[in-house]
């Protein structure tokens, strides 16, 4: 049974930084793509970025592109949202998730199989 365990979310005024974390619990971890969503108040969850299954291709949202950075080791089963620059509309569950068939980066939601319980980030002004 795959399992994903966030952590590294809190509460952090705006223009700082946050780094979430993202612990996979099996051995296939390297081999497919991974992504982070989040998911506002009232909001759909919405992708944040992805990233492939060496971390040599990522993809990120308008939204976040130059302000957030993913990565991985796969070496630790672990996959990393670096986070600068955080504004208030920042503010949502963060979830990981991880494919368990598609290699390349991908923004679907569908298209990941497994995903972690979430973690809270809130950014006041």
């Known amino acids: 049974q795959v399992q994903l365990v966030e952590s590294g979310g809190g509460l952090v005024q705006a223009g700082n930084s946050l780094r979430l974390s993202c612990a996979g619990s099996?051995?296939?971890?390297?081999?497919?793509?991974m992504a982070w969503f989040r998911q506002a108040p009232g909001k759909d969850r919405e992708f944040v970025t992805s990233?492939?299954?060496?971390?040599?291709?990522?993809y990120y949202a308008e939204s976040v592109k130059g302000r957030f950075t993913i990565s991985r080791d796969n070496a630790k089963n672990t996959v990393y949202l670096q986070m600068n620059s955080l504004k208030p509309e920042d503010t949502a569950v963060y979830y990981c998730?991880?494919?368990?068939?598609?290699?390349?980066?991908?923004?679907?939601?569908?298209?990941?199989?497994?995903w972690g319980q979430g973690t809270q980030v809130t950014v006041s002004s």
């Open positions: 099996e051995g296939t971890f390297s081999r497919f793509a």
């Open positions: 990233i492939n299954w060496s971390g040599s291709s990522t």
């Open positions: 998730a991880e494919s368990a068939h598609i290699v390349i980066v991908t923004t679907a939601p569908g298209d990941y199989d497994y």
